[in-house]
Structure formats: C-alpha cells, structure tokens
C-alpha cells in the first residue's frame, strides 16, 4: 500500500502524533449553567479521540467579558476546571492529546453577553457587521469601548491565567485563538485598530497584544506546548488590513523566534464557518511556510486528498478538519481507509442537545 502522507507520525514540541489529521477548533456552545463543561462535552470529544491524535477543543473565553456565543464553556473558574478535567481524561483514555484555545471576542459581542450589560471592549471603537449570540438569540454586535492602555495589562493577565488554568484542568497545551476577527485579530489588523499608543500603528505595535498573551502562555506552559490560531486575509468579523501580506508575514517571523509548538493557519477560503471560494488554493499556508519554521496546521476547506497534497508538498505538517469532524466522530479511520463521509448538519451547529453533537453515526454503526 503507497504510505498516505497524513499518516505518517511526525513531532510537535515534546509530542510525537501518529498522524496528521486535527481536530480543528468548533464552538458548539453546550456547555452548562456557569459555562461548565459536562459529560456530554466529555462523550463528545472522546468519540473523536485518536491515539496519538490531537484535538484543539473549541474556543474557550478567559474572562466573563471575552464572551459572544452564550453557553460556550470558560476557563476562569474552578467548576470549569473541574468540568474540563471530565473532558481531558476521557481524550486521554483514548490516547489523544488535546489543547485549549483561549478565547477573547473583544467587539464581536453585545451588552446581553456581557456582565453587568456594559459595552464589550476593542482596541479601538468600530463596530463589526454580524451578530453574537445570547442566551435569547441573536443579536447584532454592540458598538465597543476602546480599551484604555491601563486596562491592557488585566486582559494579558487574563490570558495567563487562562493558561494555568487549563494546565489544572490537564490539558496538554494550549493555543491562542487569534484568527477570526476577536480581540487579537482586532489589535492586529489596521481596519480595527486605530489607536495610537504603543498597541496602535505600526504593525511593531498592532502585533504587541498578540505576542504579550502568547508570551504569558509560555511563560506557563513552555514554548513547545503554545499554539497560535491565525487566519491571514479573512473578513469573518469585518476584518481588513491594509497590507495583509506585511502584517501576518510580520507576526509569523516574530512567532517563530519563540519557539512555538505549532503555527495555525486558515486558509482565506473559509470565512468563519463557511467556504467562500472552493477551489482557491491554500495559499496561506505556502506563504507563512516561507517565514515560520516549526510545525504548521493548515485548516479551511480540506477534503483527504487536498490535505495529503499539502503534507506531500511541505506546506504544512498537519491540517485540522472543521466541519468533516462534526458529522464524522470516526474521522480518522473515514480518511485512512477512504470511506464516504457523513454530511454535516448547519441547524445543530450551535447550542442544543445530544442531536447533531454526539448522534452522528460511526462507520458500520
Ligand atoms: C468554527 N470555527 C472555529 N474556529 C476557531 O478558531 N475556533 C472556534 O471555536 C470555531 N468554531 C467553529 C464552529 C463551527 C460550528 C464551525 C463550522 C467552524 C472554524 C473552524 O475551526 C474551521 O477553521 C472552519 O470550519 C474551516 O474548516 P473546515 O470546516 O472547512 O474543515
């Protein structure tokens, strides 16, 4: 049998995987009462657990003001650390390795989300086009209030306190969410970020944010076992920069000189949740390929043979899967042995029960 590139073991900081194939990172928003992960969590994210495998569990807020998507689960108090924990050990049972993404919105939230209805906060104040959702449902994003320079400080910290939080819960590392169109993204890119302090103007400075928080997560972890989620060129959240090109190629060098786990890159195909352009090539992966050195992940609109070409390539080491992995909880195996896939169901996407979470059907099942 020709050897398939996507399995094929190969290292990520201290860890060796016995293939290439991620969990990539997707809010469900079933957590319970306090944002407390539970067993169906758990039941879940065991069903698409691998040897060897690595799972990034879905975005996960630092902060009761990093919130836009009600019933996602959190990572600042000790029931969800103890809710995380159920989630960790059933991964570990089956012999996969999982990170946290932490998570922080920033503008892409409402006053409904927010404790105590105030404004959410931004680097600068520019509302995105979009909707968060609340507990009632959707809502169109609230205007936010641009950090003040004092307040910086407590949301780095609330990152690091994030990070050592999900080391409690076991976790085997943790990525940094910063694609997307949330707070980092909003300091990175210049459509946003208007400020003219050290956080504001030059890319130097619009990066500060993201490297202050990824730098904090080392500081707790070790730089083997940080990730950073980015997603070059994505209007998801009304997103834009003006030198797209500068900017992430600025963030990915200063990225590789601390010496992170693995670099994760959506490729401008996707927007959010959803393929904008099919056939377009994954050339945000080919290009930060050229500037980061150590493990890449590819995400956004891979199928098996687009991911093994890819690997083959050398533009990434591993690719993580999105939607594929919803409707598939045997992934790996559909992949490895080319089975046809389960096809994904939008409706359940976000928030409700068992139904579209942990009832879709395992191959011969
Ligand atoms: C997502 N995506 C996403 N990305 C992220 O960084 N953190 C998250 O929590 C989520 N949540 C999320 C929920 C749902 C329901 C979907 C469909 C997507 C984006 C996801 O990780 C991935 O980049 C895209 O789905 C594109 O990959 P696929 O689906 O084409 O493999």
Known sequence: MITQPLFTPTKMGPFKLEHRVVMAPLTRMRSSEGNVPNELMAEYYAQRATQGGLIIAEATPVSPYGFGYAGSPGIFTQAQVAGWRKVVDAVHKKGGLIFLQLWHVGRQSHPLLQPGNIDPVAPSAIRAEGEAYAKTGPVAFGMPRALALAEIPDVVESFRRGAELAKEAGFDGVEIHGANGYLPDQFLQDGTNTRTDIYGGP??????????????????????????????????????????????????????????????????????NETIDERAEPVAARYLRTLFKGPIIAAGGFQGTSAQALISEGSADLVAFGRAFIANPDLVRRLRDDLALNTYDRDTFYGGDAAGYTDYPFTGS
Request: no cysteine.
């Open 203 to 272: 890319i130097e400075n619009r990066a500060r944010f993201l490297l202050e928080i990824t730098q904090a997560a080392i500081s707790v972890w070790g730089e083997g076992r940080v990730g950073v989620r980015l997603s070059p060129s994505s209007s998801y959240g009304s997103m834009h920069d003006s030198d797209p090109k500068a900017t992430f190629g600025y963030v990915a060098q200063q990225l590789d000189k601390m010496g992170l786990g693995y670099l994760h890159v959506v490729e401008p195909r996707i927007k959010g």
